[in-house]
C-alpha cells in the first residue's frame, strides 16, 4: 500500500473533531446541539489534530516539494525536521500546552485535547523502531510504544476508517435514546 500521508493527516482531523469536539463525544449526551460544520469546536479540534505534523513537517514538505529535491520526503525528512518531529508528538508538550489554553483560553482546551489524542494514536500505528515512532516523553525520554506501521497495513487502515461512522452512529443513538 503506498505512503498516503493526507490520508493519515485526514484521520486526526476527523478524530480530533468526532472525540474532541461539543458536537463530538466530548459534548455528551446533548452534545453542541447543532451540525458539527457549524460549531466552531470541531474545526479547532481538526486544527488541533493536525497541530503536531502541520508544525513539523508542513513547512519541510512545502519547501521539498516546490524545490529541487529527488526522492521521498519522508525518507529524505531527518536532522532538524526529526528534531521538531519529537517535540511536535511529545505529550509533554502537548498537555503543557492544552493546560496553559485551560488556564489562558478556557473555550479552547477542550478541542486542544485533539493533540495529545493525535499522539495517541501514532504510538499505537507507528512502529517502533523506526523514524516516525512517537516518543512520548521527548526531551526526557526516547522511549516510544511498539505499535503496528499503519502504512504497512491495510487492514489497520480499514480499521482506522471504519471506527469513525461507527462512533458517530453509536453517539446518534446514545443521544436519540436521552431525548424525550
Not at 461539543?22 to 460549531?39: H, N
Not at 516546490?66 to 525528512?77: I, K, L, T
Not at 510504544?145 to 487492514?155: A, C, E, I, V, Y
Request: hydrophobic share 50%.
Amino acid at each position: 500500500m503506498p505512503y498516503l500521508p493526507s490520508m493519515d493527516i485526514l484521520a486526526h482531523a476527523v478524530y480530533g473533531a468526532t472525540i474532541c469536539s461539543r458536537p463530538g463525544l466530548a459534548g455528551g449526551r446533548t452534545g453542541a446541539g447543532r451540525p458539527w460544520f457549524r460549531d466552531w469546536t470541531a474545526w479547532a479540534a481538526m486544527l488541533f489534530g493536525i497541530l503536531p505534523d502541520a508544525l513539523s513537517m508542513g513547512l519541510p514538505f512545502l519547501q521539498f516539494e516546490h524545490g529541487d529535491h529527488v526522492g521521498h520526503f519522508f525518507r529524505e525528512f531527518d536532522g532538524a525536521g526529526l528534531i521538531h518531529y519529537r517535540y511536535a508528538h511529545s505529550l509533554l508538550v502537548a498537555l503543557a500546552v492544552s493546560g496553559l489554553l485551560r488556564l489562558l483560553r478556557r473555550p479552547l482546551f477542550l478541542p486542544s485535547l485533539a493533540w495529545p489524542l493525535h499522539l495517541a494514536l501514532d504510538a499505537l500505528t507507528h512502529a517502533s523502531p523506526g523514524k516516525f515512532h512517537t516518543e512520548l516523553f521527548y526531551p526526557l525520554s526516547s522511549w516510544a510504544f511498539n505499535g503496528l506501521s499503519w502504512w504497512q497495513h491495510p487492514g489497520l487502515v480499514a480499521l482506522y476508517w471504519l471506527a469513525l461512522p461507527a462512533a458517530w452512529l453509536a453517539l446518534c443513538a446514545w443521544r436519540a435514546r436521552g431525548r424525550p
